[in-house]
Nanobody
Framework: QVQLAESGGGSVQAGGSLRLSCTASGRTFSRNLMAWFRQAPGKEREFVAAISWSRSSTYYADSVKGRFTISKDNAKNTVYLQMNSLKPEDTAVYYC???????????????????WGQGTLVTVSS
């Protein structure tokens, strides 16, 4: 089993920045994608970004492209989400997840992932 632990959420004004971290422990080998999802109040959980453990390929939702950057430190089993130029609509609980595989039907959907962190709240005020 894989355990994921997020950190780094908080409150920030519009235009500001935050960096989220997600550290994986347990059986982390052969995990293809590590992803970030978010869920705003009353909305479905949505894909934000993903990175391949082995190839460092990165993928982004259109809504965050150019503002968010996903990166990783393999030695620390940690994935980061640098969020710049934050907007009030970025307010959500952010979750990291793993188990997804690029190219499969649900790799950009929650159903494509089998391990999740507890979530960290990001609040952006206008």
């Amino acid at each position: 089993q894989v355990q994921l632990a997020e950190s780094g959420g908080g409150s920030v004004q519009a235009g500001g920045s935050l960096r989220l971290s997600c550290t994986a422990s347990g059986r982390t080998f052969s995990r293809n994608l590590m992803a970030w999802f978010r869920q705003a109040p009353g909305k479905e959980r949505e894909f934000v970004a993903a990175i391949s453990w082995s190839r460092s390929s990165t993928y982004y939702a259109d809504s965050v492209k150019g503002r968010f950057t996903i990166s990783k430190d393999n030695a620390k089993n940690t994935v980061y989400l640098q969020m710049n130029s934050l907007k009030p609509e970025d307010t959500a609980v952010y979750y990291c997840a793993t188990g997804g595989r690029y190219g499969t039907p649900y790799w950009r959907a929650p159903d494509g992932y089998d391990a999740w962190g507890q979530g960290t709240l990001v609040t952006v005020s206008s």
